[in-house]
């Protein structure tokens, strides 16, 4: 058995090949929130969240004017971005009715609450929130017993930061 991996390990960015720069960028600056950190010429961009260098990268190197990838076919399921608060996750769906992004699903997972739906490309994008580890569902064995059910999108629209 190999040893595992470092327990701080994370995964730092998603680099994403989209057909059109600035339509890609109005989603994930103006709809999403990021912050445009940099501009790479006039095919590439990094956006962040927290000042971070950044958190996603979108290029058109290889995809300028592309169609998304026939289904049926392999690559990117999704990507996740997680909020650090139910409220934050309440405050991204509340910015997707506000631009009319349509959802492809919501879930209450036990460990997290989800929203589920695609960017301009076609690109599946999870936003989720994970409850603390010490509310996780286990079983009687102590072993994590994750779930999917409805998320109740009313009730997460009711959820406001706390001061």
């Given at each position: 058995?190999?040893?595992?991996i470092h327990p701080a390990t994370r995964?730092?960015?998603?680099?994403?090949?989209?057909?059109?720069?600035?339509?890609?960028?109005?989603?994930?600056?103006?709809?999403?929130?990021?912050?445009?950190?940099?501009?790479?010429?006039?095919?590439?961009?990094?956006?962040?969240?927290?000042?971070?260098?950044?958190?996603?990268?979108?290029?058109?190197?290889?995809?300028?004017?592309?169609?998304?990838?026939?289904?049926?076919?392999?690559?990117?399921?999704?990507?996740?971005?997680?909020?650090?608060?139910r409220a934050s996750l309440a405050d991204?769906?509340?910015?997707l009715i506000r631009a009319n992004i349509?959802?492809?699903?919501?879930?209450?997972?036990?460990?997290?609450?989800?929203?589920?739906?695609?960017?301009?490309?076609?690109?599946?994008?999870?936003?989720?929130?994970?409850?603390?580890?010490?509310?996780?569902?286990?079983?009687?064995?102590?072993?994590?017993?994750?779930?999917?059910?409805?998320?109740?999108?009313?009730?997460?629209?009711?959820?406001?930061?706390?001061?």
């Open positions: 058995m190999s040893t595992p995964i730092g960015h998603v680099h994403l090949k989209v057909s059109d720069l600035e339509r890609a960028i109005g989603f994930y600056r103006d709809v999403l929130g990021f912050e445009l950190t940099q501009r790479y010429g006039r095919n590439a961009a990094f956006l962040s969240a927290g000042g971070y260098h950044h958190h996603i990268g979108l290029n058109t190197w290889e995809s300028a004017g592309g169609a998304p990838p026939a289904p049926g076919t392999t690559g990117l399921f999704h990507m996740a971005i997680l909020y650090p608060t991204a769906l509340r910015r349509p959802l492809d699903g919501a879930s209450n997972h036990g460990v997290s609450e989800a929203l589920y739906l695609r960017d301009p490309d076609d690109n599946g994008v999870e936003l989720y929130w994970d409850r603390p580890p010490e509310d996780w569902p286990r079983s009687a064995e102590g072993e994590l017993e994750m779930y999917t059910r409805p998320l109740d999108l009313n009730a997460l629209l009711d959820t406001r930061e706390e001061s």
